[in-house]
């Protein structure tokens, strides 16, 4: 009871508002205003306040949102610790016996192409590198495409 008649009062209030902005001959502005104002009214008519109020006053109903806040709370700090890292630690996956094992690189793609000792020592500044030979110009652009597995 308590509740329609203060809703009914804010509806009367905000129409009276609508009223004076419409006499300033802002209509649209005023027509806003009774559309907000209007709405308290409507909801009473309705039933919405009426469970409102039922669901505000009653202490079973703020139990259950209580009880729903700590499952929502308990799943949270689970997937936080999931996500850190902080719970029980996944064991590794033992390969089957028998079955090949995959390798995301070949084994021989990290070495370098220039061939074998090269970058231990350094070509002196007066001699100059000779020109490889007619069947290995392309050994560096090997090494980088079996590098990339191509």
Same mark, same amino acid.
């Given at each position: 009871?308590?509740?329609?008649?203060?809703?009914?009062?804010?509806? $009367?209030?905000?129409? %009276?508002?609508?009223?004076?902005?419409?006499?300033?001959?802002?209509?649209?502005?005023?027509?806003?205003?009774?559309?907000?104002?209007?709405?308290?009214? %409507?909801?009473?008519?309705? @039933?919405?306040?009426? +469970?409102?109020? *039922? $669901?505000?006053?009653?202490?079973?109903? +703020?139990? %259950?949102? &209580?009880?729903?806040?700590? #499952? +929502?709370?308990?799943?949270?700090?689970?997937?936080?610790? *999931?996500?850190?890292?902080? &719970?029980?630690?996944?064991? /590794? $996956?033992?390969?089957?016996?028998? #079955? /090949?094992?995959? *390798?995301?690189?070949?084994? =021989?793609? !990290? *070495?370098?192409?220039? @061939? =074998? &000792?090269?970058?231990?020592?350094?070509? !002196?500044? @007066?001699?100059?590198? /000779?020109?490889?030979?007619? %069947?290995?110009?392309? !050994?560096?652009?090997?090494?980088?495409?079996?590098?990339?597995?191509?």
């Amino acid at each position: 009871m308590l509740a329609e008649t203060i809703c009914s009062a804010a509806s $009367v209030a905000g129409l %009276g508002i609508a009223a004076l902005t419409a006499y300033r001959r802002r209509f649209l502005t005023a027509t806003r205003i009774a559309a907000y104002a209007l709405v308290p009214v %409507g909801l009473v008519m309705t @039933g919405v306040v009426q +469970w409102a109020t *039922e $669901v505000v006053f009653k202490p079973a109903v +703020w139990a %259950g949102f &209580g009880v729903l806040g700590l #499952a +929502w709370l308990l799943f949270a700090t689970t997937r936080v610790v *999931e996500r850190r890292g902080l &719970g029980k630690a996944a064991k /590794p $996956v033992k390969p089957v016996k028998g #079955a /090949p094992t995959r *390798e995301a690189v070949a084994p =021989a793609a !990290s *070495e370098p192409s220039l @061939g =074998a &000792g090269t970058a231990a020592r350094p070509q !002196s500044a @007066g001699r100059q590198r /000779p020109h490889a030979a007619a %069947g290995d110009d392309f !050994s560096d652009i090997e090494a980088i495409l079996k590098k990339h597995g191509i």
